[in-house]
């Protein structure tokens, strides 16, 4: 096998050598694994925080104390932990789900209950005076929702939701714990024959902080977009 | 009678706001109401769009339309009624993620479901109307108080309305952008629109109204003509007010 190989190899090699040798194994790893991970489970963490955050704006307890109990859950715990019950939890309860779709509902839950809090907020920011608009030219709550707040609160929320974005860019790495071979994990596979830790784990971190830099380029560029129509 | 509303009322939490209002407005009359700020006037504005939802009061319009706000109205009922009037809003409230033009096509569009191509001409010709046509592209951040006003009201018009509420339109205007707006007004006061105006441009009110109503702690104090209730009031609380703001000193 490829990493056999180059275990053997780089046992009397320099460490520049092993710094080039082991990109590849982490690139693939991010490319298989963390970032899908990431794209997967953030469209849709996004899209139950979008209904978690209605549920909790409605004026019907049936629909917001489920929200918030949801959110708070999921805030007041470990993000391992939760990694943790839906992999070996109800592994051993008997719902065996594979590591990398296990991963994803965890990474999903943890993002919609973190980005709905920020969608609420942004709802909130809006004017009361829009919704009125709204109103008065006939529209009811859901058309007024769709087609004069949410856009509207979607600029106001692209900065925090970045990085809501870039957190679960990073904390994908938590992935490597139960057995998803991620970015982090191909590091520890490596760094575990080499004993080259230093090394290893910076590369690691390079990696992160080179897609997490890519990642910024794209948010100016949204907030660029969305900030025609928005007063200075 | 364009609309008849009897025993209107209106509470916040404990403090009753309205009390008991009685109001007739007359088609193709004017009715401006003034009033002290915390007299209720804007409330009784707002009431008359269910902005603010009344606790009491029954609504009678002349093609019918009954609506008693001491059961709760039905949800067409409610959307009917308030497409009967067009708001006009101190702050303008105009979609900021909306150019003069989609404002204005909006209700008329995506609401009301008119056909396309008519909506798209009557939003011009409102636009033409209140002087803006050659800024229909422009998003409401890039024109003035004034401009932007006056969009409100071409988008308040395009539901096509057959009453016109403004809630003191001039109020957060520069002093050389009333005038502007209050123009656009009083040609829609020519064209023999029904409106209901609440503003402290006690001249203004002169000039247009058929009725001026003076209001005070939620009771109408007095109405009449302009010239009755502006330069002969009957009740001391009216002339009070009106010397105040005539003489602020």
């Known amino acids: 096998m490829y990493l056999?190989?180059?275990?053997?190899?780089?046992?009397?090699?320099?460490?520049?050598?092993?710094?080039?040798?082991?990109?590849?194994?982490?690139?693939?790893?991010?490319?298989?694994?963390?970032?899908?991970?990431?794209?997967?489970?953030?469209?849709?963490?996004?899209?139950?925080?979008l209904i978690t955050a209605i549920m909790r704006l409605s004026k019907y307890k049936f629909l917001s104390i489920p929200a918030r109990i949801y959110v708070s859950?999921?805030?007041?715990?470990?993000?391992?932990?939760?990694?943790?019950?839906?992999?070996?939890?109800?592994?051993?309860?008997?719902?065996?789900?594979?590591?990398f779709p296990s991963a994803i509902i965890a990474f999903s839950l943890n993002v919609g209950a973190y980005a709905s809090e920020v969608i609420r907020a942004s709802i909130l920011s809006i004017p009361k005076g829009q919704w009125e608009a709204a109103q008065t030219i006939g529209m009811g709550y859901s058309q007024a929702l769709r087609r004069i707040i949410l856009p509207q609160a979607t600029r106001v929320s692209i900065p925090p939701l970045s990085n809501t974005f870039i957190s679960l860019v990073k904390d994908t790495s938590l992935a490597s714990l139960i057995l998803v071979t991620e970015l982090f994990r191909k590091a520890q596979e490596i760094a575990a024959r080499t004993y080259d830790f230093m090394l290893l784990y910076v590369e690691a971190a390079f990696l992160y902080w080179i897609?997490?830099?890519?990642?910024?380029?794209?948010?100016?560029?949204?907030?660029?977009?969305?900030?025609r129509y928005v007063s200075k | 009678m364009f609309l008849t509303v009897k025993g209107l009322s209106k509470s916040f939490d404990d403090q009753e706001v309205l009390k008991h209002i009685d109001l007739e407005i007359e088609k193709g009359n004017i009715l401006t109401i003034i009033g002290p700020s915390g007299s209720g006037k804007t409330t009784l504005l707002r009431c008359l769009n269910a902005l603010e939802m009344p606790n009491k009061g029954l609504f009678t319009f002349s093609d019918g339309l009954e609506i008693d706000f001491e059961k709760m109205p039905k949800k067409n009922e409610l959307t009917k009624f308030r497409l009967k009037s067009?708001?006009?809003?101190?702050?303008?409230?105009?979609?900021?993620?909306?150019?003069?033009?989609e404002n204005v096509t909006e209700g008329p569009l995506i609401v009301q479901k008119r056909e396309k191509q008519a909506v798209f001409k009557l939003?011009?010709?409102?636009?033409?109307?209140?002087?803006?046509?050659?800024?229909?592209?422009?998003?409401?951040?890039?024109?003035?108080?004034?401009?932007?006003q006056r969009v409100g009201i071409a988008r308040a018009l395009a539901i096509e309305p057959e009453l016109m509420l403004f809630d003191e339109p001039t109020s957060a205007l520069d002093p050389e952008l009333v005038g502007e707006v209050l123009k656009v007004i009083k040609d829609l006061a020519n064209e023999?629109?029904?409106?209901?105006?609440?503003?402290?441009?006690?001249?203004?009110?002169?000039?247009?109204?058929?009725?001026?109503?003076?209001?005070?702690?939620?009771?109408?104090?007095?109405?009449?003509?302009?010239?009755?209730?502006?330069?002969?009031?009957?009740?001391?609380?009216?002339?009070?007010?009106?010397?105040?703001i005539m003489n602020p000193e």
């Open chain 2, 86 to 101: 067009g708001m006009v809003f101190q702050s303008y409230n105009l979609f900021p993620h909306k150019t003069a033009l």
């Open chain 1, 4 to 49: 056999n190989k180059l275990f053997a190899i780089t046992a009397d090699m320099g460490g520049w050598e092993l710094f080039v040798n082991s990109l590849w194994p982490m690139i693939q790893g991010g490319i298989k694994y963390t970032i899908p991970l990431t794209l997967i489970a953030f469209t849709f963490g996004i899209s139950l925080a």
């Open chain 1, 73 to 99: 859950a999921v805030r007041g715990t470990p993000m391992l932990v939760q990694l943790f019950i839906v992999f070996y939890g109800l592994g051993q309860i008997g719902f065996t789900i594979d590591p």
């Open chain 2, 192 to 244: 023999g629109w029904t409106m209901a105006i609440v503003t402290h441009e006690l001249k203004f009110a002169e000039q247009v109204s058929d009725r001026v109503l003076f209001m005070d702690n939620g009771y109408i104090v007095e109405q009449g003509p302009p010239a009755q209730v502006l330069k002969d009031p009957k009740e001391e609380r009216t002339r009070q007010f009106i010397q105040r």
């Open chain 1, 211 to 227: 897609i997490c830099f890519l990642l910024s380029l794209v948010q100016d560029r949204i907030e660029n977009r969305l900030d």
């Open chain 2, 123 to 148: 939003a011009e010709s409102l636009l033409d109307k209140v002087g803006l046509l050659d800024k229909k592209y422009l998003y409401p951040h890039q024109l003035s108080g004034g401009q932007q």
